[in-house]
């Protein structure tokens, strides 16, 4: 009997590209991890990621008492088997099966990824499997790709701060699958710390004298440290749920720090430095939103001073001279070129439709010290020494012999066009 193909579409993510991928087995190189130590998880919602850091996309979470088994480590991270229920993905495209539960591998070097139980990301590739390799079908999704068992190969990480080492390798007992904990149900609350990516929740104050059975330290005896650190986590709580400006850290930064240089109990020590990483960083961050808020404020002053500055500017306008003659935009002639003599430019106004008439000549003297260049364009005043008339046209149009040409009115001048009547 020839086998179905289960096909779901093969899309792959575009952050997929742009993220690092971890944990990636070539193929024909041995896929499967020794187990090098048994951890047990130490504290309550302690995220499970695909990679070794907060950047990473959370995978589940695990509660306090539970085991992993540890394979590698690096930068504060561990490398785990996959827990109970978790799961890896693979593009339905490149999956044949028969019964929609075992499913054979039909192309080369097919990429696995991690699958997520908290949200819909898979851009870590945890392995490759070859050509003809066997996996079991857990499900498929409605983009294309398949839920599978985790193959030989695929690992997820944990933050070691939450976990505690219980052997090497060789007395490992149980495996994590084998447990019958179940994870924590959806809506556990998060880490005090999920503004900067932290990887458990917080302890709540135990009464005084009771044990701490949960929280970071497990079924650890209590200390006095331990108590002060559950207290400094519940105001840090409290602390965060202000508005962003309001926030007062450095009192908490100060006490956690506190509890970090002490020596009596190493646990609370490394605890309290997590914390204190943690608050600097929120720190530094507001610092920036209060620098850039200051900024915005500066700007705005500064941008209501120049309005008031400009609004301060007189607006000049130029009186209007007695005794005028004439008026109107200067222009040069066509009929009167600029090397002519006598020169003569004329004086016109705008008519319907934006045109442009000739409404006198302007003569100026040899004796008359003016700068036409600059005044040609510009709404001018003529007062005149003599006036006479153009003979020979159709309509006798007035010649003015300046005895001044004035600049009048700044908001009429106009630009200088071609020479033209």
Not at 28 to 43: K, L, P
Not at 83 to 100: A, C, Q, W
Not at 214 to 219: H, M, W
Not at 298 to 320: C, F, K, W, Y
């Amino acid at each position: 009997m020839s086998r179905s193909r289960i096909r779901f579409g093969g899309c792959a993510t575009a952050l997929g590209l742009m993220v690092g991928v971890w944990s990636v087995t070539a193929y024909g190189e041995s896929s499967a991890r020794r187990v090098i130590a048994v951890g047990e998880v130490s504290a309550n919602a302690v995220y499970v990621r695909s990679g070794p850091s907060t950047n990473h996309y959370t995978i589940c979470k695990l509660n306090a008492g539970e085991r992993v088994q540890i394979v590698g480590e690096r930068g504060g991270w561990l490398e785990i088997l996959p827990p109970k229920d978790s799961f890896s993905l693979i593009s339905g495209d490149y999956v044949e099966s028969t019964d929609g539960q075992r499913g054979v591998v039909n192309g080369e070097n097919v990429r696995v990824r991690a699958g997520s139980t908290l949200n819909d990301s898979k851009y870590t590739v945890q392995t490759m499997l070859p050509k003809g390799a066997e996996v079991t079908v857990l499900g498929r999704n409605p983009d294309g790709f398949l839920r599978i068992a985790p193959p030989e190969g695929a690992t997820v990480w944990v933050s070691e701060g939450f976990v505690q080492r219980l052997s090497d390798g060789a007395s490992a007992g149980p495996t994590l699958t084998d447990s019958s904990t179940d994870t924590p149900p959806d809506g556990t609350d998060l880490p005090i710390a999920t503004e900067q990516g932290g990887d458990t929740a917080s302890p709540t104050p135990p009464p005084p004298g009771e044990r701490t059975t949960s929280g970071p330290f497990g079924d650890l005896e209590n200390t006095e440290h331990r108590h002060e650190l559950a207290a400094l986590d519940a105001a840090t709580q409290g602390e965060l749920a202000k508005p962003v400006m309001q926030r007062q850290l450095q009192p908490l930064l100060d006490r956690y720090h506190a509890v970090a240089v002490q020596t009596e109990d190493e646990l609370a020590q490394q605890y309290a430095a997590v914390r204190v990483k943690q608050i600097a960083d929120m720190m530094a961050l507001l610092d920036t939103v209060r620098g850039i808020r200051d900024l915005d404020v500066q700007a705005a002053s500064t941008r209501r001073a120049a309005l008031d500055g400009r609004a301060r500017i007189p607006t000049v306008v130029l009186p209007v001279p007695s005794s005028i003659d004439a008026r109107g935009v200067l222009r040069w002639s066509a009929v009167y070129p600029p090397d002519s003599t006598p020169r003569r430019v004329r004086l016109v106004e705008t008519v319907a439709g934006g045109n442009e008439r000739t409404t006198a000549y302007v003569e100026i003297p040899a004796d008359l010290v003016v700068d036409l260049e600059t005044m040609i364009g510009h709404f001018v005043g003529v007062r005149a020494s003599a006036k006479r008339w153009q003979e020979g046209g159709v309509n006798p149009i007035p010649i003015y012999v300046a005895g001044e040409l004035v600049l009048m009115d700044a908001d009429r001048s106009a630009m200088n066009t071609p020479p033209g009547r």
